[in-house]
């Protein structure tokens, strides 16, 4: 049997870098193979590092891959992680119904569904209804994809005074220093990736001293919109508000983002 090509046996081995989750050596394996690659080539190569550039959330970078590439997908999505929304907005708008990109590049239903899907998160950062493209994107991959599953502001406070009360007494003292937010999409701020689900604002309890008494009390953000968009029923949109809140407070007593996932909340 004849030898693969060399090229098929590297783009083999960064499938299964992939499969098993190691970015750090899909980006080390690609850039060496990319060097005096024939330029089709180069261009596969150039997705795979902005690919795991992109999940290792070096998104500035992923950007400068991304476009070596010629990923409209994949540079738009991190155009919108770095708040560029124009540009993203743009660069998704050039990816048609059918998943063929503005540069003529034949995509697939799970490309156009996700541009679609993030068509309807910059609609709704902008103050539009995004819900046909939130509905585009569930028809074109439903297992992907779903309908958010919006609550009312009442509700998601129901359900936060409900997990306080859950609380022990020593923990309950604590989380009452804090005020609680409803907000429905985080503000832009280059430490804060739009898809966020919550946010703690202030010094935790183990870095205060005294002297800081004046300051402003803590609060906890909650960004509805972006919990309603992960979920398929109502069950989950609770059970996500409750985790985020509870993460949010974990970070209050002074866990960090490793500490919070030991205690099941990452």
Same mark, same amino acid.
């Given at each position: 049997?004849?030898?693969?090509?060399?090229? *098929?046996?590297?783009?083999? !081995?960064?499938?299964? +870098?992939?499969?098993?989750?190691?970015?750090?050596?899909?980006?080390?394996?690609?850039?060496?193979?990319?060097?005096?690659?024939?330029?089709?080539?180069?261009?596969?190569?150039?997705?795979?590092?902005?690919?795991?550039?992109?999940?290792?959330? !070096?998104?500035?970078?992923? /950007? &400068?891959?991304? !476009?070596?590439?010629?990923?409209?997908?994949?540079?738009?999505?991190?155009?919108?992680?770095?708040?560029?929304?124009?540009?993203?907005?743009?660069? +998704?708008?050039?990816?048609?119904?059918?998943?063929?990109?503005?540069?003529?590049?034949?995509?697939? %239903? *799970?490309? #156009?569904? #996700?541009?679609?899907?993030? %068509?309807?998160?910059?609609?709704?950062?902008?103050?539009?209804?995004?819900?046909?493209?939130?509905?585009?994107?569930? %028809?074109?991959?439903?297992?992907?994809?779903?309908?958010?599953?919006?609550?009312?502001?009442?509700?998601? #406070?129901? @359900?936060?005074?409900? &997990?306080?009360?859950?609380?022990?007494?020593?923990?309950?003292?604590?989380?009452?220093? &804090?005020?609680? /937010?409803?907000?429905?999409?985080?503000?832009?701020?280059?430490?804060? *990736?739009?898809?966020?689900?919550? +946010?703690? /604002?202030?010094?935790?309890?183990?870095?205060?001293?005294?002297?800081?008494?004046?300051?402003?009390?803590?609060?906890?953000?909650?960004?509805?919109?972006?919990?309603?968009? &992960?979920?398929?029923?109502?069950?989950? @949109?609770?059970?996500? +508000?409750?985790?985020?809140?509870?993460?949010?407070?974990?970070?209050?007593?002074?866990?960090?983002?490793?500490?919070?996932? #030991?205690?099941?909340?990452?």
């Amino acid at each position: 049997m004849a030898a693969k090509p060399k090229s *098929d046996v590297i783009f083999d !081995q960064l499938d299964e +870098l992939v499969l098993a989750d190691d970015l750090p050596e899909v980006e080390r394996v690609a850039m060496r193979a990319v060097r005096g690659a024939p330029a089709e080539s180069a261009r596969d190569l150039w997705a795979y590092v902005a690919f795991a550039r992109f999940e290792l959330g !070096q998104t500035r970078a992923a /950007v &400068t891959a991304a !476009q070596k590439a010629h990923d409209p997908l994949l540079l738009a999505k991190a155009h919108f992680h770095l708040w560029e929304f124009d540009e993203a907005a743009r660069l +998704l708008d050039g990816i048609s119904a059918d998943g063929a990109s503005a540069g003529g590049v034949s995509g697939d %239903r *799970d490309d #156009e569904a #996700e541009a679609a899907w993030y %068509r309807g998160v910059l609609m709704e950062f902008s103050g539009r209804d995004g819900a046909q493209e939130f509905k585009r994107a569930a %028809r074109l991959a439903p297992d992907l994809f779903s309908l958010p599953v919006p609550m009312a502001d009442g509700e998601i #406070e129901a @359900v936060f005074r409900q &997990t306080l009360r859950s609380l022990p007494p020593e923990i309950r003292e604590f989380a009452n220093e &804090t005020v609680v /937010v409803i907000r429905a999409l985080p503000l832009p701020h280059p430490d804060v *990736d739009p898809l966020s689900l919550g +946010l703690y /604002v202030g010094r935790d309890l183990l870095s205060r001293w005294p002297e800081m008494s004046g300051e402003l009390p803590p609060h906890i953000e909650v960004f509805h919109k972006n919990i309603e968009r &992960t979920a398929h029923n109502r069950d989950e @949109v609770i059970a996500e +508000l409750r985790i985020t809140l509870l993460h949010e407070l974990g970070h209050h007593l002074g866990f960090d983002e490793s500490g919070v996932a #030991e205690m099941g909340l990452g």
